[in-house]
């Protein structure tokens, strides 16, 4: 299928779950996309424009109650996506945990994490430590292929839990405060932001070859000054 049809089908459906269930949606496609690439950016854009009362007959309803357009509408929609991210994070984190290599090793293709990209996360994380986790929260592409290597690692779950708060909320509110702002805009704002994503993937592709380059060009000097 082309990639075209597949974002418009992407788009689609997020856009339809969102429709029917508003902040409901919201909550569970972000806690689902803190282990599998759910389309984040489009979901917290979308739930802005939502809030801004763009579209006609969706509102953003609470419990029962309809909140008002505007500030309420856009804080209740970033908070369910800063929390539902968060809960889905830990949830990774324990999968990670308690599943550790062997899980990852047998069913690593269906969770998008296998054997090589464990091991550039191990080297991710022994170079950044828990900020590791943060810089992963703020970064498309990498923000969810950050949980389960968490967990594998060990990494303590009280900064874990922190970091990730807290890079999800500055992602969560910045994309709400875009599609609040865009209202009923939002779909040009995607169109282009999927180019973003791909620039940031190249980025970082080529910010770890250059790590790699060089942590290579100390071993080798290292090994020539032993052998002199």
């Known amino acids: 299928m082309p990639v075209a049809s597949v974002l418009s089908a992407v788009t689609e459906a997020v856009v339809e779950l969102i429709g029917d269930h508003g902040l409901y949606a919201v909550f569970l496609l972000m806690l689902v996309d803190a282990v599998l690439p759910a389309a984040s950016e489009l979901v917290m854009v979308y739930g802005g424009a939502v809030a801004a009362g763009a ?8 419990f029962g109650e309809r909140l008002d357009e505007g500030f309420p509408a856009y804080l209740a929609i ?14 990774g984190w324990l999968i990670g945990l308690y599943g550790g290599r062997p899980l990852v090793d047998r069913h690593g293709r269906w969770l998008h ?11 991710w994380f022994a ?25 594998v690692f060990r990494l303590r779950l009280v900064p874990y ?35 973003a994503d791909y620039a940031v993937a190249a980025l970082l592709v080529a910010a770890v070859a250059y790590l790699l380059f060089r942590a290579r060009a100390r071993t080798r000097r290292r090994a020539l000054e032993r052998s002199t």
Do not use: M
């Not at 908070?79 to 994070?89: D, E, K, N, P």
């Open 161 to 195: 839990s922190a970091l990730t708060l807290l890079g999800s909320a500055i992602w969560c509110f910045a994309f709400a405060g875009i599609g609040w702002a865009l209202g009923s805009n939002w779909e040009r704002f995607h169109d282009a932001f999927k180019y």
């Open 127 to 151: 170079r950044w430590g828990d900020a590791a986790v943060f810089l992963g929260r703020i970064t498309p592409v990498v923000r969810s292929f950050v949980a389960i290597p968490a967990g």
């Open 55 to 62: 579209f006609a007959g969706q509102h953003v309803v609470l």
């Open 78 to 91: 970033a908070v369910a996506g800063t929390v539902g991210y968060t809960i889905g994070s830990v949830g």
């Open 113 to 123: 994490v296998g054997p090589e990209r464990l091991e550039r996360a191990e080297r």
